[in-house]
């Protein structure tokens, strides 16, 4: 440690700190624009000069290294001369046009103009001119005049997205930050750069001219579309969200968002919103009340049940729900006497799932690992934000291992081994029985006997290197059809190397769907054909259900399917027989239950959309209709309570509930066979409803199939051309794109499209041919 005067305030800070670390530790505020306690230091500003006692100039407080006995002068007369002048020089080329800046009343240059800024300018020359950029639907660059040069949006791309989309061009006054070539950001964590950029330069293109912030209301909140529960501040306008930004935690999300948490929330206000009950009569849909809407179902569900028992009355929930509703949801089922409810809608072997797919640590742990083996995951698109954590890990020594089939470009360095998605049990056999050879003990019973391969050898041996250690089985590992083997085979691997199991689950309340029990048979049998009711909750269809041609047919055989839903779709008014309109999670008290186990409940941030109802009430009021007992709520607390009465905590698990391998060995298929990943922009309702996200490079992708260069080759393709892709008795029609890291005999088409409705299951063989 190395002691300094501040101020005239003795502080100890490590050995390498800068002065701005010495600063930030006692609380004193040191202006500046550059600096950003998660970038590297780049000292570009010079905003922050201060005056350090035996130094013949003022020195950068961000860049200057701090030394035993220093004497550091942050608001002496020369300090504040220095950042005056440097405020002048920055403000010579600024468009000084606040009254139209989106900017306004949150810009820092703005604020600290105030305090260092002069009232008028000694410079009469023409200011210089920066043409505008379109760099996409997300960001705008269209007042550029206004860039100060201090990098953080470049440094911010390079350092933590891990792509460096934007740099500087030319020099002197005519320095400019722009994209190369004219290409358009396209990172998903590209947004954090608004809230990045001290000025108006970088603004969000959705919110543009749409509200001033002092008009903003802000309510706490956590965004539900994906498993870390990222913390956001919902801002709102005439009881309307009007733009998300994000919300520090260091635990969670640090201080940073993915694109899908900011800018989804478009989609809270589309036109496909369900303010009133519908019914379908004749074919026709009608609005109704409440009372009437409720009644026909509370009718239909106890007439199906008394006439076909209760196992013919099935549901199935987007794990977007909240945790009092998934609570009263499978509370309702099984006082129903049904065990058909489940929210693992793309899970089709469920045999030795984990009792709750957590994380299996802490997720600030991630920063100390020094091995990570990742099983069949689309990290980087799937949790963003938890990827740029990995990211960062890496660079402090991490070693990443992966076997997939991708072959995604994570932006990190890794050690892959790359197979079809039907050899992944073969190939983490090969890494169990390295393990299992040099720790000698035996293998899982039923374990594939297969040789060795130096890629295998290769990742057991760094696995068993490591001191801190984990093995993470990811989204398609979860929904691979032989899934309970990958997970023994996982769990063997981290008990014999002492790391950690864990899981990557898709959808903001997985793990607080199974802590509540509402996990019952599976997707596969509630949709088996044999229920004559189905109940579907945020639930579209053609979008959340790993075999939407199956789907369709099963609902199409039940006498009745009720949905809860925020939204209408044509796949949803097709099957549906009537729709009642629930609340999304700005509009009610939701609580989640994150991939590391920490339970986050917030507060609506506004009134629920027209006739619009929070879920947990109108599964209180069709409990009470049905006459089960226990529904007698009042506060959404007590619901939550009673959801939660044990300690969760305990039931936190990930070891599998047998003990050998049930599915024997799998050997690989002929041909091609399908990967399938669920686009980033399609994984519920409300993303899919986002105008901006949908014109991303991402979104557009997931309605390309994906080929390796063997296939273009051999099929005679370029990029774009259209094939003809069939999966059973269904077919359709797509572009093409060429992705050179698929692994071998694998074809990636993704889940949750238009396109992809139109064919069945996630895994499993298809043809392909040249339309």
């Known amino acids: 440690m190395v002691e300094i005067e501040l101020d005239g305030q003795a502080v100890e800070v490590p050995q390498g700190s800068m002065v701005m670390h010495a600063a930030n530790k006692l609380g004193t505020y040191v202006p500046h624009f550059c600096y950003h306690k998660k970038l590297s230091i780049a000292a570009n500003c010079r905003m922050c000069l201060v005056e350090v006692e035996k130094a013949p100039k003022p020195l950068p407080a961000c860049a200057t290294p701090v030394t035993q006995g220093m004497k550091v002068f942050t608001h002496s007369a020369k300090a504040v001369e220095a950042q005056r002048s440097v405020m002048e020089f920055l403000l010579i080329n600024h468009p000084l046009d606040c009254p139209i800046c989106d900017q306004g009343g949150e810009c820092q240059l703005q604020d600290l103009a105030v305090g260092y800024g002069k009232s008028h300018s000694r410079y009469n020359e023409e200011k210089r001119v920066v043409f505008h950029k379109n760099v996409g639907p997300l960001i705008s660059m269209q007042e550029m005049t206004r860039c100060i040069h201090c990098t953080r949006c470049v440094r911010f791309g390079q350092e933590v997205a891990g792509v460096m989309e934007l740099g500087m061009i030319n020099r002197g006054e005519h320095s400019e930050i722009t994209t190369f070539v004219g290409q358009t950001v396209d990172s998903e964590l590209s947004g954090n750069m608004i809230d990045l950029c001290p000025v108006g330069a970088l603004t969000s293109k959705p919110f543009r001219y749409a509200a001033r912030t002092w008009e903003l209301g802000r309510k706490r909140s956590v965004s539900p579309h994906d498993s870390l529960g990222a913390n956001i501040t919902v801002q709102t306008k005439a009881n309307k969200v009007m733009?998300?930004?994000?919300?520090?935690?260091?635990?969670?999300?640090?201080?940073?968002?993915?694109?899908?948490?900011?800018?989804?929330?478009?989609?809270?206000?589309?036109?496909?919103?369900?303010?009133?009950?519908?019914?379908?009569?004749?074919?026709?849909?009608?609005?109704?009340?409440?009372?009437?809407?409720?009644?026909?179902?509370?009718?239909?569900?106890?007439?199906?049940?008394?006439?076909?028992?209760?196992?013919?009355?099935?549901?199935?929930?987007?794990?977007?729900?909240?945790?009092?509703?998934?609570?009263?949801?499978?509370?309702?089922?099984?006082?129903?006497?049904s065990s058909q409810v489940d929210t693992r809608l793309r899970q089709a072997d469920i045999t030795g799932a984990a009792s709750a797919p957590w994380l299996g640590m802490p997720i600030a742990r991630l920063n100390e690992l020094d091995r990570l083996l990742v099983i069949g995951s689309f990290l980087r698109k799937d949790q963003p934000v938890l990827a740029a954590r990995i990211r960062t890990a890496s660079k402090r020594g991490l070693q990443v291992l992966r076997i997939d089939a991708d072959g995604d470009d994570w932006l990190i360095t890794t050690k892959d081994i790359s197979a079809s998605p039907s050899a992944w049990l073969n190939v983490l056999a090969e890494v169990a029985n390295a393990v299992a050879k040099a720790k000698k003990v035996n293998v899982p019973a039923g374990t594939p006997n297969v040789a060795v391969s130096k890629e295998a050898q290769n990742i057991a041996e760094a696995l068993m290197s490591g001191s801190v250690t984990s093995v993470l089985l990811g989204s398609a590992a979860i929904s691979h059809p032989h899934a309970s083997d990958l997970h023994l085979l996982a769990q063997f691997i981290a008990e014999q190397t002492g790391a950690t199991l864990g899981f990557l689950p898709v959808g903001g309340n997985a793990v607080g769907a199974s802590l509540v029990n509402v996990n019952g048979a599976g997707v596969e049998s509630v949709l088996s054909g044999d229920r004559r009711a189905i109940i579907l909750m945020n639930i579209e269809p053609d979008s959340d259900l790993a075999n939407p041609e199956a789907a369709r047919a099963a609902l199409a055989k039940a006498s009745t399917v009720i949905a809860l839903s925020a939204y209408k779709s044509a796949d949803l008014l097709e099957t549906a027989d009537v729709i009642l309109p629930i609340s999304p999670f700005t509009e009610t008290v939701s609580t989640f239950v994150n991939l590391e186990g920490r339970l986050q409940t917030i507060q609506p941030s506004v009134k629920p959309l027209g006739d619009s109802r929070p879920g947990w009430k109108v599964l209180r009021v069709l409990g009470g209709l049905l006459g089960l007992d226990g529904f007698l709520f009042n506060l959404p607390e007590e619901v939550l309570g009673e959801a939660l009465d044990e300690a969760y905590c305990a039931r936190l698990s990930n070891k599998t509930v047998t003990s050998v391998v049930t599915h024997g060995n799998q050997s690989p298929a002929n041909g091609l066979e399908r990967i399938s990943d669920v686009n980033i922009y399609a994984g519920d309702q409300i993303v899919r409803r986002s105008p901006?996200?949908?014109?991303?490079?991402?979104?557009?992708?997931?309605?390309?199939?994906?080929?390796?260069?063997?296939?273009?080759?051999e099929l005679g393709l370029k990029e774009g051309d259209a094939v003809r892709v069939t999966q059973g008795s269904a077919s359709a029609d797509l572009p093409a794109t060429l992705e050179v890291n698929l692994a071998p005999g694998a074809i990636r088409i993704s889940a949750g499209t238009a396109a992809s409705a139109k064919l069945g299951s996630m895994f499993g063989p298809v043809t392909v041919s040249k339309v």
Request: proline letters at 2%.
């Open 243 to 337: 733009r998300v930004v994000a919300l520090e935690n260091e635990a969670i999300n640090e201080c940073w968002i993915s694109d899908r948490d900011r800018f989804s929330y478009e989609g809270l206000n589309s036109s496909d919103r369900v303010t009133t009950p519908m019914v379908k009569q004749g074919g026709q849909w009608l609005e109704t009340d409440w009372q009437s809407a409720l009644d026909y179902v509370a009718h239909s569900l106890k007439t199906i049940s008394k006439e076909c028992g209760s196992e013919a009355v099935g549901a199935l929930a987007h794990p977007i729900s909240s945790t009092e509703e998934l609570h009263l949801l499978q509370k309702m089922m099984r006082g129903l006497g």
């Open 692 to 713: 901006a996200l949908q014109l991303t490079r991402d979104a557009k992708r997931g309605n390309q199939v994906g080929l390796n260069q063997q296939a273009f080759s």
